[in-house]
């Protein structure tokens, strides 16, 4: 089983040179520590940032360079600054490769739901719409069930919408799954992890062989 580190690090495995990547609020802004050193890799935040570095050690931080999370970051060489947007902008018009997001609910035919919870406050959904509407291509980090011990891989969403059919891929702390028109398909699973115990956690439609392999990262 992976923890959030494992999941981040799993999905840097999906990077490819040249692309431009959006990294969202939690276990996703883990990613940027995993890029590997030799590939060419450009991060954007929405916040009005291209060129985002990992997180900085104690003694780099600088509080007025944060990403769309409110966390202090690091820039790498080259970078550019500019308003949100001209952020928005560089999304709407399909310049982001690949988004990754974390999510509260993922139904199984793409739809996610990552952006409220009724009956509690949110400042506001953010980035979230437009980016699931932008992107080519849309990967889901997140856990797979709920602190109730609730499957939030699910036949449906049951709260409210973030995007209809838009994610692709999801990396959990069990396994790798993409979205297909049969449902969940497992095409990995996490270390120490058996396809009968992921089948047990997902309430939506899931495909997974019996031999379905073990991930590396």
Not at 22 to 31: A, D, Q, R, S, Y
Not at 45 to 61: A, I, K
Not at 144 to 163: A, F, Y
């Amino acid at each position: 089983m992976l923890d959030k580190y494992g999941i981040a690090k799993r999905i840097a495995k999906e990077l490819q040179d040249g692309f431009y990547v959006n990294l969202g609020i939690g276990i996703p802004t883990l990613v940027a520590n995993y890029i590997p050193k030799d590939m060419d890799v450009v991060l954007q935040s929405e916040n009005g940032l291209l060129g985002m570095g990992p997180f900085p050690f104690e003694d780099e931080v600088d509080a007025d360079i944060i990403n769309a999370g409110k966390q202090t970051i690091t820039t790498i060489p080259g970078s550019a600054f500019f308003d949100s947007a001209m952020s928005f902008g560089m999304i709407r018009a399909g310049k982001v490769d690949l988004t990754v997001l974390g999510a509260m609910e993922v139904a199984d035919n793409g739809d996610i739901a990552n952006w409220k919870i009724p009956g509690k406050m949110v400042k506001g959904m953010g980035g979230a719409m437009d980016l699931v509407a932008s992107a080519k291509n849309i990967i889901v980090a997140m856990q797979h069930t709920n602190k109730k011990g609730e499957s939030k891989l699910l036949p449906q969403c049951t709260l409210p919408i973030t995007g209809l059919a838009v994610v692709k891929k999801i990396v959990t702390e069990l396994g790798v799954f993409e979205i297909t028109p049969e449902g969940f398909l497992l095409v990995e699973r996490a270390p120490g992890v058996t396809v009968d115990e992921i089948r047990s956690k997902t309430a939506g439609r899931l495909v997974a062989a019996d031999d379905v392999p073990e991930m590396i990262i």
